[in-house]
T-cell receptor
């Protein structure tokens, strides 16, 4: 079983729509969780950290469910510029960050 | 502002060549990482380092080695490049363990 699993998508949504997707992780001892955004042929960039039960940053909301071992990302009022691949990242031990393969979101006009 | 710089954006090397990928960070971060990213496989950890001259194997270290002689610099070495090492290589650093990592712009290596 992979340490971090994501629905690859793609999620195709119109501008202004809300889109949400999940990520599951296998290590119940995981402590830190992150969402990264990666544009085509570019490096991943930190979108937000998820350290407690969840947090919000503008149109983006991340939720953590430790009991079921998943985190989610919700994007409200989608913009064309939100089109990207979203990577779920979990800290499975002290040093190693484990990455999901990514969820692709395409926002259409 | 956090800055991680990789020496090359694109490289083309021949099979059997020794290849050096360089990475420099200017944030005084303790930890540095080398990942490779392939379609459908996501990012896979090759090696990481948590201190100068310290290194640890990641998930796919075979065919690679690393060097960290100075805190700000982490080098990835392909001892004898092979075509299955054609990939995007991403260097990252983090301040301490368990926190977010910041990435360089990536090196797209093609081995022919």
């Amino acid at each position: 079983r992979k340490e971090v699993e994501q629905d690859p998508g793609p999620f195709n949504v119109p501008e202004g729509a809300t889109v949400a997707f999940n990520c599951t992780y296998s290590n119940s001892a995981s402590q830190s969780f992150f969402w990264y955004r990666q544009d085509c042929r570019k490096e991943p960039k930190l979108l937000m950290s998820v350290y407690s039960s969840g947090n919000e940053d503008g149109r983006f909301t991340a939720q953590l469910n430790r009991a079921s071992q998943y985190i989610s990302l919700l994007i409200r009022d989608s913009k064309l510029s939100d089109s990207a691949t979203y990577l779920c990242v979990v800290n499975a031990n002290d040093y190693k960050l484990s990455f999901g393969a990514g969820t692709t979101v395409t926002v259409r006009a | 502002d956090v800055k991680v710089t990789q020496s090359s954006r694109y490289l083309v090397k021949r099979t059997g060549e020794k290849v050096f990928l360089e990475c420099v960070q200017d944030m005084d971060h303790e930890n540095m990482f080398w990942y490779r990213q392939d379609p459908g496989l996501g990012l896979r950890l090759i090696y990481f380092s948590y201190d100068v001259k310290m290194k640890e194997k990641g998930d796919i270290p075979e065919g690679y080695s690393v060097s960290r002689e100075k805190k700000e610099r982490f080098s990835l070495i392909l001892e004898s490049a092979s075509t299955n090492q054609t990939s995007m290589y991403l260097c990252a650093s983090s301040l301490v363990r368990g926190v977010e990592a910041f990435f360089g712009q990536g090196t797209r290596l093609t081995v022919v």
